[in-house]
């Protein structure tokens, strides 16, 4: 067998090749986002990069009750505005296999939130299978596809970041045609009507029944007998947790779990059964504690173990030392901090279109309600002028409640991207024009989602596959959703995008600014030159520093104890920024290229 060195991202592309999948759908978010970019380029799988989460799961249960294999890819975030769908699905059942990648970030390495995904199945009743490496990653998908047709089901494989990014070896199999179903049109059981719907709920209390009893024995529930004097301590683990915990403690009993909801609790009593003690290692939340303490086992977990954060073998040997488990090697060894790691906060690159615009709106001193994009940086020192981050799309419903508040007296502003605002920003306009709500929306297109690597969307002059088509115009939907004032500017030009804000602010009722310049990573350097700063000019004001740029760096010159500056050449791409904002016009273009 050939065998390849994959990511768990990468091994679920390939699970969804191998396996038969002919659809999938996602929308770019980390730690999930590799799935879909390495599904395209497997002949025979349609994938597309959807506008929304919700839209991507509604693109895959379509192609899944059309009778093909499908599969969706989403981080926790997305899976929470996938979940009206995601929900109703799971009482109608699908007809051909949906698998549902969902990936959490315990660690909130680059998540807003810390969500246990897990919950999801006591939401939705959906079976969820959590694989511990990327051979698991590649064969759950088959196992998913295999349970969601036999039992009629969507089946929800979680990812963590650590098992969505960490490589390990896959062994790689040949590509299995799986016939397509036909569709046979039963209102009863796709129209959920209340009706209807009740019915269907109690069908799937049968449904996950009978997929239980089938994974009871399966290579989804693993007993694995200790060695030793800890043989008779019981860990039960799934996921990343379940690895961690095995290198912190390789004596120990094992159950493994790769079915984490509904729990295969007469496995679980089994086990309890040959072992003395019973700590469950999870992360997060105790969600596999709780539902094995209600079933009347006696079981420890979250008491020696923290709910935030990924958790390493240190910190599940120093837990289990807590519990009072004789562990010799954790007890000696503490975990190692560097004192002399300088940390890196994020930035900007040098030359992003949103640079200028986050000059202006702090030049005017604007109350900024933020969204979720690569400008959201622009919360942080130096530039510290966005004020309020919390969700897809929410910047503009926020600007408008903000503004029925009372607002500021020096002027507020929703600030979105291109991609975020044809995820979820539309419904949030078409309320301000509905509401007559005085408010002014900056959206920012660079033409791609830039955050997670520069996905195509929309506003992108080709799809996934790199078929050509044509950007959505976002002047005239704007004017289609009955915005009366729609301005287009240039955001390297300072000047100008100074007095579009103005003029949108000055509008009175709903106005919209839109920048039109690409994300300065993918196609190419801006201009033809470079800046330079003329030192004799410079009196170490710091203005240009405040920009956040880093081709911009101090200098060991000083003028009243504060650094001069100096412009990296390598780094510089020419926006010019820098030297619109200069009071001095010390910064000046120097060669061409």
């Known amino acids: 067998m050939k065998t390849l060195l994959m990511s768990g991202n990468e091994a679920v592309a390939r699970g969804a090749y191998e396996h038969g999948v002919q659809v999938a759908a996602a929308y770019p978010g980390t730690p999930s986002t590799e799935i879909l970019a390495n599904i395209a380029r497997y002949d025979g799988v349609y994938a597309e990069w959807s506008t929304n989460e919700k839209v991507a799961y509604e693109v895959a249960f379509g ?29 109608t059942g699908v007809n051909g296999g949906l698998v549902v990648v969902c990936a959490g970030d315990p660690g909130m390495a680059s998540s807003s939130t810390e969500q246990d995904d897990r919950y999801f199945g006591r939401l939705a009743g959906i079976p969820i299978l959590e694989p511990s490496d990327s051979q698991e990653c590649k064969d759950f ?30 062994g790689l199999g040949e590509r299995v045609e799986v016939e397509r179903r036909d569709f046979e049109r039963n209102a009863a059981k796709y129209c959920l009507l209340p009706g209807f719907a009740r019915a269907l709920h109690h069908g799937l209390a049968t449904r996950l029944a009978g997929l239980l009893a089938s994974v009871e024995h399966g290579p989804l529930t693993r007993l694995e007998p200790g060695t030793g004097d800890l043989a008779r301590l019981g860990i039960i683990a799934s996921g990343a947790a379940y690895l961690a915990a095995k290198e912190a ?38 969600f596999l504690e709780e539902h094995i303490r209600a079933a009347g086992i006696a079981v420890e977990g979250k008491a020696f173990f923290s709910s935030h954060g990924e958790l390493t073998p240190e910190r599940i040997g120093h837990g289990l030392v807590e519990a009072g488990v004789a562990l010799p090697r954790w007890e000696q060894l503490r975990a190692a901090q560097d004192p002399g790691v ?27 309600n933020g969204d979720i994009g690569c400008y959201d940086l622009s919360c942080l020192p130096p530039m510290s002028h966005m004020h309020t981050v919390i969700a ?98 240039d955001p390297y030009d300072y000047t100008a995008s100074l007095a579009a804000l103005k003029a949108a602010l000055a509008f009175g009722g709903p106005s919209v600014v839109i920048t039109n310049r690409p994300c300065v990573l993918f196609p190419h350097k801006i201009r033809d030159g470079s800046f330079a700063v003329d030192d004799k000019a410079c009196t170490a004001c710091q203005v240009c520093m405040k920009l956040g740029c880093p081709a911009l760096h101090w200098t060991s010159d000083l003028v009243k104890g504060r650094h001069k500056v100096a412009v990296d050449a390598g780094v510089c791409t020419g926006c010019s920024i820098c030297a619109q904002v200069c009071p001095l016009d010390a910064i000046v273009e120097v060669d061409a290229r």
């Open 63 to 91: 192609a899944a009750v059309g009778g093909v294999r499908a599969l969706t890819a989403m981080k926790s975030a997305g899976a929470n505005v996938a979940a009206d769908p995601l929900v109703s699905s799971v009482y």
């Open 392 to 489: 897809m799309g929410a910047s503009i419903g926020m600007a408008q409640g903000y503004a029925r508040a009372g607002g500021s007296v020096k002027g507020s502003i929703a600030v979105i991207g291109d991609s975020t605002f044809l995820h979820s920003g539309l419904t949030g306009l078409l309320n301000a024009v509905h509401q007559h709500t005085n408010v002014t929306v900056l959206i920012q297109n660079n033409g791609i989602t830039a955050m997670t690597g520069g996905q195509t969307n929309p506003a992108s002059e080709h799809t996934l596959s790199g078929e050509e088509t044509t950007p959505v115009d976002f002047a005239a939907i704007c004017r289609g959703l009955g915005v009366k004032s729609v301005a287009t500017v």
């Open 249 to 286: 403690v390789p004596g120990a009993s094992f159950l493994k779990l790769g079915l984490v909801n509904p729990l295969p609790l007469e496995a679980v009593r089994r086990f309890a059964a040959q072992i003395e003690r019973l700590i469950v290692v999870e992360e997060l939340e105790p």
């Open 141 to 170: 998908v088959g196992l998913a596809l295999a349970l969601s047709e036999e039992f009629d089901v969507p089946v929800m494989l979680r990812l963590t970041t650590q098992v969505a990014h960490a490589k390990s070896v896959v």
């Open 342 to 368: 300088i940390p890196r906060p994020p930035v900007m690159c040098a030359g992003c279109p949103h640079r200028g615009m986050v000059a202006a709106i702090k030049r005017l001193n604007l109350d900024v």
